[in-house]
């Protein structure tokens, strides 16, 4: 046993400048740190991330509840396994039961729940990831990426209403090539909207290129070109991610095209991005409905054997919002943000229903993410923050750590063509 000897909180700032938490877990000698990241576009039902509305960072603060939350619940959390990351979650909930920890925020558990996973890497001399596979039970395998190209929504001030366009290297068969591929469609992009009179040099939130344009599907365009003119077709595919809650008034979704407002009904914004799988290599979408649509996740269930469909705001990485989606077989993919469950244990018990139930699973990073590489996560380049995970998955794979899963990540998906 490793036994939580010493935990420190302070205040930090994330990629966008914002206040955050940083955690250090001390197990005897050896320790570890870990900086709580958040994101722009938030569900209603994830962990909150709560700031101290006083004059400090115009509001924005976290130093009030580092500081309630370290007189009132720290002491008690000393001498627990920090491997044990099912009990240090059951402490944690003991203080703050509320379901999106709404006491203290959830920005301070997932902190010290990911430090004290690193110390526990570190007191075993031995990779993080491994400690994760020995929970899990499971053998590492380097990821598929999914990286943003084009951003909008609101990771780039409602550029588009669509929040990103990714690039999905399938026919790459290393990691190596997947980056360079992607790298290829990015300028390629860049490329074609500099000739188009838009300044490519703009850079959203996540660090994918972004301009104003007329429409979600004139940004499709350019990235699918993008795709032909890198002389990848076929082997480079297109997710989105559609934020479709961002997009919701109550009871209609509100778009905006060639500068005009047009009001649709779920069943018509569905069916406006599901024609698009037969105009552009499109295999995944995220967020295809707003979190409570009911009707809008229904009418997605007809895409379900054809691409992958992820949950976001809809299961926000809570395990029991993810049962009733797969009961009601409405997607076939979540994606998986620690700082959405609160603590380590619980986006990992969130992962192994996906896992049992053959839903795909996509480890992703927040807009307002840090420089630390321990998420090995589906974000973006050409931004430091991000980059330090590409390379951490570069440095895996030079080292033989796992072998490069490919498109064998898609196997949930029953009939897609690619």
Not at 228 to 257: C, M, N, P, R, W
Request: with cysteine.
């Amino acid at each position: 046993m490793s036994a939580i000897t010493k935990i420190d909180l302070w205040q930090v700032l994330d990629s966008r400048g914002m206040p955050t938490v940083a955690a250090r877990v001390s197990l005897g000698d050896k320790s570890a740190n870990a900086i709580a990241p958040s994101g722009a576009s938030t569900g209603a039902h994830e962990a909150l991330f709560l700031r101290d509305n006083k004059e400090s960072y115009a509001g924005n603060s976290v130093t009030e509840a580092i500081t309630l939350f370290s007189k009132e619940v720290l002491p008690n959390l000393i001498g627990i396994n920090g491997d044990d990351f099912s009990e240090l979650d059951k402490n944690l909930r003991k203080y703050d039961p509320s379901r999106t920890f709404s006491k203290y925020g959830g920005h301070i558990p997932v902190a010290i729940t990911l430090a004290a996973w690193l110390a526990t890497a570190n007191k075993n001399n031995t990779e993080p990831f491994l400690i994760i596979a020995q929970h899990l039970n499971s053998t590492p395998t380097l990821p598929l990426p999914m990286v943003n190209i084009f951003s909008g929504g609101a990771h780039a001030g409602g550029a588009i209403d669509l929040q990103d366009i990714l690039a999905v290297p399938v026919g790459a068969t290393s990691i190596e090539e997947a980056m360079e591929w992607v790298w290829k469609v990015r300028e390629t992009t860049k490329s074609l909207l500099s000739k188009s009179g838009h300044d490519q040099s703009l850079v959203a939130d996540e660090g994918g290129i972004t301009a104003r344009l007329q429409s979600d599907e004139q940004a499709l365009e350019f990235v699918s070109d993008g795709i032909v003119k890198a002389g990848l077709s076929g082997k480079v595919a297109i997710a989105l991610d559609i934020a479709a809650t961002q997009l919701f008034q109550g009871d209609h979704y509100q778009i905006h095209e060639s500068g005009n407002i047009k009001k649709l009904s779920s069943a018509q914004f569905v069916s406006r991005w599901g024609k698009w799988l037969d105009l552009y290599p499109i295999i995944s979408v995220e967020d295809g409905a707003a979190e409570d649509d009911n009707d809008g996740w229904k009418e997605q269930r007809e895409y379900c054997d054809r691409i992958q469909i992820i949950g976001d705001d809809r299961y926000a990485t809570q395990n029991d919002r993810l049962i009733s989606g797969i009961a009601n077989s409405e997607a076939n993919c979540i994606l998986i943000k620690p700082n959405q469950a609160g603590t380590l244990h619980s986006a990992l018990t969130a992962l192994t229903t996906a896992k049992g139930s053959n839903w795909g699973t996509v480890v992703s990073a927040r807009s307002g993410d840090t420089e630390e590489n321990w998420l090995v996560d589906l974000a973006v380049t050409h931004r430091s923050e991000r980059s330090a995970k590409w390379n951490r998955l570069l440095e895996l794979s030079h080292f033989g750590t796992a072998p490069y899963i490919g498109k064998a990540a898609l196997t949930h998906i029953k009939n897609l063509n690619i």
